[in-house]
């Protein structure tokens, strides 16, 4: 892995990645495929089409279904899914957040009952890496905890110090892996994740720690999960500056177009959240004048497209009151359509961030976009 900064103004950062599986250029949005596709009947061609870099999948999920020795039998998950470019695996750390109803934590990893068939599953640092790297992925991330926001500084504290042992397992395992003859991607990357939910002096600490670790990136997770705005923003400008400048600085489930643009301005440089395809799926659908809800009468008879101009599938041939006929009448094609203008949406602005920092006018730019964006739901 080669990461190489172009470009900086202010704490904002212009960079690129080579990868095993390709170049990937920073500022960048991976695109979420949870389990291997984009929900909202999204192809890799589709992928491609739009200018999707990096996609994004979930180890816990695809270890339960369809199993990730399956995937390995296929030659990996860019195989199985027919992606030619960058893979990123998330660790399965999440979900022993968001499935704290159905899991156990202990030293050793974290106890599981499937969410599907409630069969038991065991997953710590060395079995998420051994899965991940079943899966073949470009970058692994590793198994940690990610305690609630609004949980005791002592739980925080508690759960950081154990985040930092599993990771110090990860490496151990991944390079175990790494030398194995049979192994999918030998060149596969580790990333490290900075946790301490509010809690700024924990947060700092723990990014101290991990940067001794001389690992290939860096995560700031445990954000969006419940806390404001604002709190992100000054945990992000306490955090970044002790992760090392010269690796990859990665925002998890994060965000809205405003945050990105905020976190990009303290030198985060990869993103993934969920929402362009989630509100895409419910007829939500970005511009640069505000989001608009197509199911909204008043787009009924509207012959424009979503947004003048965007040269995504559904703008290049569709009207709004095309779309919001199909959304209403439950036809797949409707949330097909309103998932790829958001991607693209969030794929070219991606772009467009990354050209204003080559030419120095991220300030410039950040200001107008929000500003723009700000302005409510389109006429």
Known sequence: MEYKILAREGKAKRAEMKTVHGTIQTPVFMNVGTVAAIKGAVSTDDLRQIGTQVQLSNTYHLHVRPGDKLIKEFGGLHRFMNWDRPILTDSGGFQVFSLSSLRKIKEEGV?????????????????????????????????????????????????????????????????????????????????????????????IAHADTISELDLDGYAVGGL??????????????????????????????????????????RGVDFFDCVYPSRNGRHGHVYTNHGKLNLFNAKYELDARPIEEGCQCPACRSYSRAYIRHLLKAKEMLGMRLCVLHNLYFYNTMMKEIRDAIEEHRYAEYKERKLSGMAAGETK
């Open 111 to 203: 106890y599981f009952s499937s969410h599907i068939d409630g069969r038991k599953i065991f997953m710590g640092p060395e079995e998420s890496m051994q899965i991940q790297s079943n899966l073949g992925s470009t970058i692994a991330m590793a198994f940690d905890e990610c305690p609630s926001s609004v949980a005791s500084r002592e739980y925080v504290q508690a759960s950081v110090d154990r985040t930092t042992r599993w990771l110090k397992r990860c490496k151990e395992e991944m390079q175990r892996l790494n030398s194995l003859p049979d192994t999918v991607n030998r060149e596969q990357l580790l990333f490290g994740i900075n946790q301490g939910a509010v809690y700024d002096d924990i947060r």
């Open 224 to 265: 969006a999960v419940g806390e404001t705005h604002e709190e992100m923003y000054r945990i992000l400008d306490h955090v970044v500056p002790h992760l090392p400048l010269e690796k990859p600085t990665y925002l998890m489930g994060v965000g809205t177009p405003a945050n990105i643009l905020e976190a990009v301005d």
